[in-house]
Each structure stands twice: as C-alpha cells, then as structure tokens.
Nanobody, 126 residues
C-alpha cells in the first residue's frame, strides 16, 4: 500500500532553516519521482521542487532557487527538502506527492502526481 508522510515543519524566524522529510512506503524511487508542493492560505497550491525518478535530476520553482535543496535517500525511503534563508512568503502547508512520469517542463503541474501526503505546516515569522 502506498503511503507518504511529511514531517519537519514548524515555526521558524525569517532567515532560518528547516528540513522537511517525505517518508514513503509501497514503492521505490527508481520507478517514481517525488514532488514537493505548498499551499498558503487563500492561494492555490504551487510546485516547489521535484526530483526525477532514475537519474535524480532536480527542479525548483524560481521563488526557491538557491535557497531550497531536494534530495533523496533510497535506503531510508525518504525524500528531503532542505529550506534555508526562509522568508515569511514561504509560510504554507507543504506536501509531497509521487509521480510515475519522467517530467521536465511540466514538473510543477499537479495533474502529473497521484498519491499525496497529508502535509506539514511551515510558518516563517518573527
């Protein structure tokens, strides 16, 4: 059975860091890529980052490039999102999802993803 569980969210001051984890079961990263998405109150969900199945190529939204890093640990069945230099605008519920597709330009499109986790809240505030 497929499960994805996010953790690592919390309250952090501007300029701080958090590392989110997406622990999964029921599949492997050689067959599925993982995307991170976020949804702020009153806004649509947006793609944050994606790590492709197989070669592990990574993609980022322009708003987080240079600050966030996605990585994977195949042995622990976990994908991470390291978030540095956090801003209040990064406040949102962060979710991970899997995709069987090999994505490039459309990595941020929600319709490419199937199973989703429940999300973890990230709040950036002083």
């Amino acid at each position: 059975q497929v499960h994805l569980v996010e953790s690592g969210g919390g309250l952090v001051q501007p300029g701080g860091s958090l590392r989110l984890s997406c622990a999964f079961s029921g599949f492997t990263l050689d067959k599925y890529g993982i995307g991170w998405f976020r949804q702020a109150p009153g806004k649509e969900r947006e793609g944050v980052s994606y790590i492709r199945r197989g070669d592990g190529s990574t993609f980022y939204a322009d708003s987080v490039k240079g600050r966030f890093t996605i990585s994977r640990d195949n042995t622990e069945n976990t994908v991470y999102l390291q978030m540095n230099s956090l801003k209040p605008a990064d406040t949102a519920v962060y979710s991970c999802a899997r995709t069987p597709l090999v994505l490039s330009f459309s990595w941020y499109r929600e319709y490419n993803y199937e199973y989703w986790g429940q999300g973890t809240q990230v709040t950036v505030s002083s």
